[in-house]
Nanobody, 122 residues
């Protein structure tokens, strides 16, 4: 069983920074992509950023230039460095691991973390 454990959420003032981390544990052969999604209060979950095992990144327009996603493949860990935070960044942030394989021929599965709250206020 693969588990994703997030850390680094919290409360921060407008313009501040936070760094989220998400570590995947369990029997893992490889993970195609890891990423972050968020769910603002009263809204649907939305993409924030993703990164493939090869380092290709994708960002939501709303966070481009402010957030940076990175990944340590050896540790199966993904990071999200968030800067210039705005109140509209307030949300529960979820880590995702896409196409996780436990061995070279196994069926890939997707996994989600439990979520971590990020609150941006004045």
């Amino acid at each position: 069983q693969v588990q994703l454990v997030e850390s680094g959420g919290g409360s921060v003032q407008i313009g501040g920074s936070l760094r989220l981390s998400c570590a995947a544990s369990g029997v893992i052969f490889d993970i195609y992509a890891m990423g972050w999604y968020r769910q603002p209060p009263g809204k649907q979950r939305e993409l924030v950023a993703t990164i493939t095992s090869g380092g290709r990144t994708n960002y939501a327009d709303s966070v481009k230039g402010r957030f940076t996603i990175s990944r340590d493949n050896a540790k199966n860990t993904v990071y999200l460095q968030m800067g210039s935070l705005k109140p509209e960044d307030t949300a529960v942030y979820y880590c995702n691991a896409d196409d996780v394989r436990v061995n070279i021929g196994s069926q890939p599965y997707d996994y989600w973390g439990q979520g971590t709250q990020v609150t941006v206020s004045s």
